[in-house]
Nanobody, 121 residues
Framework: QVQLVESGGGLVQPGGSLRLSCAAS????????MGWYRQAPGTQRDLVAT???????NYADSVKGRFTISRDNAKNTVYLQMKSLKPEDTAVYYC???????????????WGQGTQVSVSS
């Protein structure tokens, strides 16, 4: 069984910063792409940022220059450093990982349980 466990959400004032973490655990061969998505009430889940196992990154236009995604392959963990937060960043943030299972080598997509980020004065 593979699990993704997120942490680091909370309430922050506009202009503030937060750092999200997501750790993968379980039986797997490798973690390929990892990423963060977010979903505000009444909207669809949207891409925030992704990072490949080699470190290539991709960001939504709305967060470029403010958010930074990184990963620690030794810890099977992905991070999202968020700066200059705006009220429109308020959402539930979900971790996502594309994982090659062990010993089947099946490729599966996994999601974390979500963590709330609220930006308000």
């Amino acid at each position: 069984q593979v699990q993704l466990v997120e942490s680091g959400g909370g309430l922050v004032q506009p202009g503030g910063s937060l750092r999200l973490s997501c750790a993968a655990s379980g039986s797997f061969f490798s973690i390929n792409r990892m990423g963060w998505y977010r979903q505000a009430p009444g909207t669809q889940r949207d891409l925030v940022a992704t990072i490949t196992s080699g470190g290539s990154t991709n960001y939504a236009d709305s967060v470029k220059g403010r958010f930074t995604i990184s990963r620690d392959n030794a810890k099977n963990t992905v991070y999202l450093q968020m700066k200059s937060l705006k009220p429109e960043d308020t959402a539930v943030y979900y971790c996502n990982a594309e994982i090659t299972r062990w010993p089947s080598f099946a490729l599966n997509d996994y999601w974390g349980q979500g963590t709330q980020v609220s930006v308000s004065s």
